[in-house]
């Protein structure tokens, strides 16, 4: 490989052999030696080497015709790779540089996050280069490598460092706008969503090498804990948010007895992980995690088919996305299958991005779930606040809705109280269907002579009120005065048989000093007033006496 000519980020495709170390002892002079026969040429389908456990060596040829000396790089762009060694033989003595997560970063000849390399070829020389990529612990194996001339690669580095800071930056942003959110609406599967998109961040710190780089530099023990750990209790949030949001308690409960046990599994496994004990077992937990992952897709595909709830499909959606890629990573990394060129530079990029479509599919059904949340509420309080006879507002609700509109309009307001003249009379001639057929009745004519904007209620039993706008007293007592006689000139047909009936009125003017409680005692007290007179007409507390018919003077 020509040095001098622009290698700038390109593979080492076709230009370098490889070798599997199944003793794991080799040292550069013996693979040195080792006749070119028992190397393999590196080609694309040679790449993904699936699950192993034993190094693997590059050797390549390097160039340099210049009559100055040439730096060059080569990167391992397989991710979390634990060893990077480059060997370069010239002069008649190795010159090496390693990448090992076991020491402190600084101890690094080049500060990149992921595994790098470099070394120095002398003007007008050609020299052997070897590379040792190892891990701690069986995992798979990948053999992409890429070459860099020293200047390019310093160049491309804070590239890297922006490009990968900005991904991570964002899904931190929103993993912590999730958890303050979850902090304040304490909803449980708020708390495992943001648990979710968080534990996944510290996995992506691990596995792009910035928490070795920016978190813990100087702690290699910590950068040795692996991406294993985050992502156990990432899955194990997967299957709680999913458990709760899909609400499989009430629509699948075997599977909801099976996200229950993956929840425990998984949290289990990511509490194993930090003792550090077997790292053999949880690369198989975590393939397990990866195929257990894609149920999801499938369950929330089941729960929209049942329930045609948008914010399941949402979740569905979201999962088919990661699934994909997650199936497709897998095919890669076990089982050793290459799907083209074009995915070598970018299968981190891409799970990336198909992780942050999958989180905006999933914050778009957490937000439809939690509109859904607010209407059903809302319906609820609708529903509590209203009398189920007449459909009216109850008590409840009109003193709610009323004190609401005594701040916001003030003055020329008034409350009508209306009471259904002997209506004990009518329940024990007619029965209560009968009086239920004369409070309808009346909700109906009182509905039909107000505005949009006036608050109607049943108090209770013969009972009911009116807020209404009235510019001054005459306008607000003939507005009653029509209700009044309205009501006394349609009487109420049940069972082929007519009901007569009158109206009582007592109708109070809000004072701004007051409130509801107080303008509904003033009511009432005209309300008696007009019983006193004889009932069937209207009395305002202003003057405490009205004529039927009549508007009450001050």
Not at 119 to 145: E, I
Not at 169 to 191: S, T
Not at 246 to 256: E, F, Q, V, Y
Not at 300 to 315: E, M, N, P, Q, S
Request: hydrophobic letters at 50%; one cysteine or more.
């Amino acid at each position: 490989m020509d040095l001098s000519q622009p290698w700038d980020g390109r593979y080492l495709i076709g230009h370098a052999w490889y070798l599997r170390d199944d003793s794991a002892h080799l040292t550069a002079e013996q693979a040195r030696d080792l006749p070119l026969s028992d190397w393999r040429p590196l080609t694309l389908e040679s790449l993904e080497q699936g699950m192993q456990s034993a190094p693997y060596w590059l050797r390549f040829a390097v160039v340099n015709p210049s009559k100055q000396p040439v730096g060059f790089v080569i990167e391992d762009e397989a991710p979390y790779r634990g060893y990077l060694a480059l060997h370069v033989w010239v002069d008649g003595q190795w010159r090496s540089d390693i990448a090992d997560r076991a020491l402190p970063f600084s101890a690094r000849s080049l500060k990149f996050p992921s595994s790098a390399a470099a070394a120095t070829l002398p003007p007008v020389s050609k020299a052997l280069a070897l590379a040792r990529l190892d891990h701690d612990f069986p995992q798979p194996n990948s053999l992409v490598q890429r070459l860099w001339s020293r200047a390019a690669f310093d160049a491309y580095a804070p590239r890297y460092l922006f490009s990968k800071s900005l991904m991570l930056g964002f899904l931190a942003a929103v993993a912590m706008v999730w958890m303050v959110f979850a902090l304040l609406v304490r909803q449980r599967r708020l708390y495992y969503y943001a648990g979710y998109l968080s534990f996944l961040l510290m996995a992506w710190f691990q596995v792009l090498g910035f928490t070795g780089q920016f978190i813990a530099p100087e702690a290699p023990w910590l950068q040795a804990m692996t991406f294993h750990g985050p992502l156990f209790f990432a899955t194990a949030c997967a299957f709680g948010f999913a458990r709760l949001h899909l609400d499989l308690p009430a629509h699948m409960r075997r599977m909801n007895r099976v996200f229950q046990a993956m929840t425990a599994l998984f949290t289990a496994a990511g509490a194993f992980h930090l003792l550090n004990i077997s790292r053999e077992t949880e690369v198989l937990l975590t393939l397990l995690g990866f195929v257990a992952l894609t149920l999801l897709f499938f369950v929330g595909a089941a729960i929209w088919r049942r329930t045609g709830k948008r914010y399941a499909l949402w979740f569905t959606l979201a999962w088919g996305v990661i699934g994909l890629f997650l199936m497709l990573n897998l095919l890669m990394m076990f089982a050793g299958i290459e799907v083209g060129r074009w995915l070598i530079s970018s299968i981190i990029d891409l799970i990336f991005l198909a992780l942050l479509v999958e989180v905006f599919f999933l914050t778009i059904s957490v937000a439809e779930w939690l509109r859904t949340e607010v209407r059903r509420r809302v319906e609820a309080e609708e529903e509590a606040s209203r009398d189920p006879l007449t459909g009216l507002l109850n008590r409840r609700g009109f003193e709610r809705l009323a004190t609401l509109r005594l701040a916001r309009q003030g003055g020329d307001v008034w409350l009508a109280a209306l009471d259904a003249d002997h209506f004990k009379a009518v329940n024990d001639t007619y029965g209560h269907p009968g009086g239920d057929a004369v409070l309808v009745h009346l909700a109906q004519i009182i509905q039909a002579h107000c505005r949009r904007d006036d608050l109607v209620c049943r108090m209770g039993g013969e009972e009911f009120a009116i807020v209404f706008h009235g510019a001054n007293p005459d306008d607000a007592f003939r507005f009653v005065e029509r209700l009044r006689r309205a009501f006394a000139d349609t009487p109420t047909l049940f069972e082929n048989r007519v009901i007569a009936h009158t109206l009582s009125i007592g109708l109070a003017r809000w004072a701004a000093q007051g409130d509801i409680d107080q303008l509904i005692q003033q009511a009432d007290r005209a309300l008696y007033a007009a019983k006193e007179q004889g009932r069937n007409r209207v009395v305002m507390v202003e003057t405490g006496n009205a004529a039927a018919g009549a508007p009450a003077r001050a």
